[in-house]
Nanobody, 127 residues
Framework: QVQLVESGGGLVPPGESLRLACAASKSLSNYHAIGWFRQAPGKEREGVSSINTLDGSTYYADSVKGRFTIYRDSAKNTVYLQMNTLKYEDTAVYSC????????????????????WGPGTQVTVSS
């Protein structure tokens, strides 16, 4: 049974940083990709970033490029999302997801490409 647990969410003012963690119950080598998604109230789930756990290739939504960084720590079975210069519009529930089968990377934003999901962590950017 694959389990993913997110942590690191919270309330921060605009311009500050947070680091989210996605801890997996199994070695990252069991997954082809780990992605971060977010969903704000009244909006659809949005792909934020994804990482190829085999070669470390990374992918970002245009809205977070240059501000967010995804990286992995294989020894801890954990994928992180470093979020800098946070904006009001980054407020959402952030969830991580794991893909078992190889992704078509042009589809990395599609939630249907991922097999397992964590429960999510709330990020609120507010002054």
């Amino acid at each position: 049974q694959v389990q993913l647990v997110e942590s690191g969410g919270g309330l921060v003012p605009p311009g500050e940083s947070l680091r989210l963690a996605c801890a997996a119950s199994k070695s990252l080598s069991n997954y082809h990709a780990i992605g971060w998604f977010r969903q704000a109230p009244g909006k659809e789930r949005e792909g934020v970033s994804s990482i190829n756990t085999l070669d470390g290739s990374t992918y970002y939504a245009d809205s977070v490029k240059g501000r967010f960084t995804i990286y992995r720590d294989s020894a801890k079975n954990t994928v992180y999302l470093q979020m800098n210069t946070l904006k009001y519009e980054d407020t959402a529930v952030y969830s991580c997801a794991a893909a078992i089968a190889p992704l078509l990377w042009r589809l990395w934003r599609s939630p249907s490409e991922y097999d397992y999901w964590g429960p999510g962590t709330q990020v609120t950017v507010s002054s």
